[in-house]
C-alpha cells in the first residue's frame, strides 16, 4: 500500500464548476499538507500549504484537512480553463524524513 | 529573484552510458532535493542534501546513482550504465533551510530518455 493514495482522474468540468480533489494518506506522522500544481511539461508549482487539520482558503481555492479520517481536499471555485493541470497532494512530518511524500496525481482539464 | 534552474531540460542517451543532470538552487536555500517522477506518477523522493553533505540518500535505488554539492550550492546527479528503466523527469527542488515541512521550491525537471 502507497503511503498516499490520489484518484488520477482523469477529471472533465465545465467551466465555472466546483471541483473536489482528494487524497488519504496512511502515515498518522503526516502534519504538513501541501497541493502542488503542474502544468505539462513544468515543474510542480505550490498552490496550499496546511499545518494539521482545519481549513484554509486562498482567493478560490480552500485546503481541508481531517487528520482523524486520514483525508485531504482541494476545492476549486469558479474553474477557469487555466486551472487545466495536474494537482499533486504532498505530506510530511517528523520522523517521517525532510522528504515528500507525493499522490499520483489528478488530471484536470476545465472546459471552456 | 530566480527560481530552481535545471540543465539539460531534455536529455537522450543509448542504453549503458553515463549521464550528469544539474540543478542549480534558488540562492540562499541550503536544502537541496532531488525526486524522480515516472509517467502517469507522482515525485518520489531519492536524495536530500543539507549544505554539501548528503542527508538521506535512502531513495537512491541502487548504486548506480550517485549525487554531490561540493560546494553547497549547485548539485549534480549522476547515473552509471544507464538503463531503459531509468526514462523519467528529474526534478530538483531546494528549501530555505532543513526544518521539517518547509516548503521546497521546484525546478522544471530534465526529462530523460535512456533508448
Known amino acids: 500500500q502507497k503511503e498516499v493514495e490520489q484518484d488520477p482522474g482523469p477529471l472533465s468540468v465545465p467551466e465555472g464548476a466546483i471541483v473536489s480533489l482528494n487524497c488519504t494518506y496512511s502515515?498518522?506522522?503526516?502534519?504538513?499538507f501541501m497541493w502542488y500544481r503542474q502544468y505539462s511539461r513544468k515543474g510542480p508549482e505550490l498552490l496550499m500549504y496546511?499545518?494539521?487539520?482545519g481549513n484554509k482558503e486562498d482567493g478560490r481555492f480552500t485546503a481541508q484537512v481531517d487528520k482523524s479520517s486520514k483525508y485531504i481536499s482541494l476545492f476549486i471555485r469558479d474553474s477557469q480553463p487555466s486551472d487545466s493541470a495536474t494537482y499533486l497532494c504532498?505530506?510530511?512530518?517528523?520522523?517521517?524524513?525532510?522528504?515528500?511524500?507525493f499522490g499520483t496525481g489528478t488530471s484536470l482539464t476545465v472546459i471552456p | 529573484g530566480a527560481g530552481v534552474s535545471q540543465t539539460p531540460s531534455n536529455k537522450v542517451t543509448e542504453k549503458g552510458k553515463y549521464v550528469e543532470l544539474r540543478c542549480d538552487p534558488i540562492?540562499?536555500?541550503?536544502?537541496l532535493y532531488w525526486y524522480r517522477q515516472s509517467l502517469g506518477q507522482g515525485p518520489e523522493f531519492l536524495i536530500y542534501?543539507?549544505?554539501?553533505?548528503?542527508?538521506?540518500d535512502s531513495g537512491l535505488p541502487n548504486d548506480r546513482f550517485f549525487a554531490v554539492r561540493p560546494e553547497g550550492s549547485v548539485s549534480t546527479l549522476k547515473i552509471q550504465r544507464t538503463e531503459r528503466g531509468d526514462s523519467a523527469v528529474y526534478l530538483c527542488?531546494?528549501?530555505?533551510?532543513?526544518?521539517?515541512?518547509?516548503?521546497?521550491?521546484f525546478g522544471p525537471g530534465t526529462r530523460l530518455l535512456v533508448l
Open positions: 527542488a531546494s528549501s530555505l533551510g532543513a526544518i521539517w515541512g518547509e516548503t521546497q521550491y
Open positions: 504532498a505530506m510530511s512530518g517528523r520522523g517521517t524524513g525532510n522528504q515528500f511524500y
Open positions: 502515515n498518522s506522522a503526516f502534519q504538513y
Open positions: 540562492s540562499g536555500h541550503t536544502a
Open positions: 542534501f543539507q549544505g554539501t553533505g548528503a542527508a538521506d
Open positions: 496546511t499545518y494539521s487539520s
